[in-house]
């Protein structure tokens, strides 16, 4: 099955400055490649996607590129606030002909300080 | 208001007891989903279901089960022998196919002593 691997565990930035997360995956068969944010306290919401036929994409303040060759996606957060601080899950999933199976990394804490 | 709720917050146990994980979702979605959540781990799938009176096996299905008797509806039975039952619960729902975006409840959090 599907394996994701998510780099750093922890990442501290000072407000404005830019937070990059890594992950990798095992299945070259997995074409969906979501990130969740979870706040303390709160339930995991999606933040951004991207799919296999797309290299990079954007939405405001982030953006997530993928290397399919290297079986790699990383989210960037730049300009990052406050409220930016919460744990980042990515996730990938294999087409399997149906169904939404995510695997799911093991998260990063990220704190931005004032 | 639509949206996946989770019941009850907090649950406790006794070690040894079953227990039902309550998840209803008025979103209209096919899919459904058990996620159990671990300092560390990230979120790893328990079961899932894509459509009614069918669902499927995750990673770490042995000791849970299922049932999926209503769209609307997917309980969780965290059973005796699950060996390590204390931890953060998280159901979800989606519409069917995938980079449907998942709609995940507030979670429940069993101890078992």
């Known amino acids: 099955g599907e394996n994701v691997e998510q780099h750093p565990s922890t990442l501290s930035v000072q407000e404005g400055d830019s937070a990059v997360i890594k992950c990798t995956y095992s299945d070259s068969a997995s074409n969906y490649f979501p990130w969740y944010k979870q706040e303390l306290g709160k339930r995991p919401q999606l933040i951004i996607d991207i799919r296999s036929n797309v290299g990079e994409k954007k939405d405001q303040r982030i953006a997530v590129t993928l290397n399919k060759t290297a079986k790699h996606f990383s989210l960037h957060i730049t300009e990052t606030q406050p409220e930016d601080s919460a744990v980042y899950f990515c996730?990938?999933?294999?087409?399997?002909?149906?169904?939404?199976?995510?695997?799911f990394g093991t998260g990063t804490q990220l704190k931005v300080e004032l | 208001d639509g949206g996946i709720t989770q019941s009850p917050k907090y649950l406790f146990r006794k070690e040894g007891q079953n227990v039902t994980l309550s998840c209803e979702q008025n979103?209209?979605?096919?899919?459904m989903y058990w996620y159990r959540q671990d300092p560390g781990q990230g979120l790893r799938l328990i079961y899932y279901?894509?459509?009614?009176?069918?669902?499927q096996k995750g990673d770490i299905a042995e000791g849970y089960s299922v049932s999926r008797e209503k769209k609307e509806s997917f309980p969780l039975t965290v059973t005796s022998a699950q060996k390590n039952p204390t931890a953060f619960y998280l159901c979800a729902s989606s519409i069917e196919g995938l980079g449907s975006p998942l709609h995940f409840g507030n979670g429940t959090r069993l101890t078992v002593t």
């Open positions: 979103l209209n979605h096919d899919a």
């Open positions: 996730a990938a999933s294999p087409f399997t002909g149906g169904g939404n199976k995510l695997t």
């Open positions: 279901s894509q459509i009614v009176n069918d669902f």
